[in-house]
Antibody
Framework: QVQLQESGPGLVKPSETLSLTCSVS????????WSWIRQPPGKGLEWIGY???????KFNPSLKSRVTISVDTSKKEFSLKLSSVTAADTAVYYC????????????WGQGILVTVSS | DIQMTQSPSTLSASVGDRVTITCRAS??????LAWYQQKPGKAPKLLIY???SLESGVPSRFSGSGSGTEFTLTISSLQPDDFATYYC?????????FGQGTKVEIK
């Protein structure tokens, strides 16, 4: 059974860079698309972007200028960096695996709350 | 961006009720729609993909229908485990977008 686990700091200061890692176990990281999705407290879901295991990426235009997603296939990890954060970036961040192409999300991590505050 | 609008935002129902949630897209998305269930403090769980295909392991009381701009998620007989928030998601055009959610509460 595929399992995803997010890790990283739970508190980031305004204007700094948020950095999270998603570790994949129970399955291959190859041949799949991997996404980051976030959910502000009490609000809905926002897709941030995805990376294919080979390195190709696609981002939400609303965040594109601040987002980097990378993959380390040897470690079975993929990462998110979001620069110049503000309080509006406070959210639960989920990593997820797409099924059948870069479409819907079949597997999700448990999520990690990241708060942006000084 | 394609806007996804769900109705109602909140729904009060009893165990055994038939429940229907509607999701409307701001433009045609063919059948490229998924439904998710989210419980408090948990990640969303995939229920339905391609508008009407049931994800493996999901109870058959869940069903999806629709195409173009209007879609429905139906729970044929609501069970205690079904009280949760439900989201639709389109994957016809980037960026992928979600509806605002429908909370199914105990009546």
């Amino acid at each position: 059974q595929v399992q995803l686990q997010e890790s990283g700091p739970g508190l980031v200061k305004p204007s700094e860079t948020l950095s999270l890692t998603c570790s994949v176990s129970g399955g291959s990281i190859s041949s799949y698309y991997w996404s980051w999705i976030r959910q502000p407290p009490g609000k809905g879901l926002e897709w941030i972007g995805y990376m294919y295991y080979s390195g190709s990426t696609k981002f939400n235009p609303s965040l594109k200028s601040r987002v980097t997603i990378s993959v380390d296939t040897s470690k079975k990890e993929f990462s998110l960096k979001l620069s110049s954060v503000t309080a509006a970036d406070t959210a639960v961040y989920y990593c997820a695996r797409h099924d059948a192409g870069p479409h819907y999300f079949g597997y999700w991590g448990q999520g990690i709350l990241v708060t942006v505050s000084s | 961006d394609i806007q996804m609008t769900q109705s109602p935002s909140t729904l009060s129902a009893s165990v055994g009720d038939r429940v229907t949630i509607t999701c409307r897209a701001s433009q045609s998305i063919s059948s490229w729609l998924a439904w998710y269930q989210q419980k408090p403090g948990k990640a969303p769980k995939l229920l339905i993909y391609k508008a009407s295909s049931l994800e493996s392991g999901v109870p058959s009381r869940f069903s999806g229908s629709g195409s173009g701009t209007e879609f429905t998620l139906t729970i044929s007989s609501l069970q205690p485990d079904d009280f949760a928030t439900y989201y639709c998601q389109q994957y016809n055009d980037y960026p992928w977008t979600f509806g605002q959610g429908t909370k199914v509460e105990i009546k």
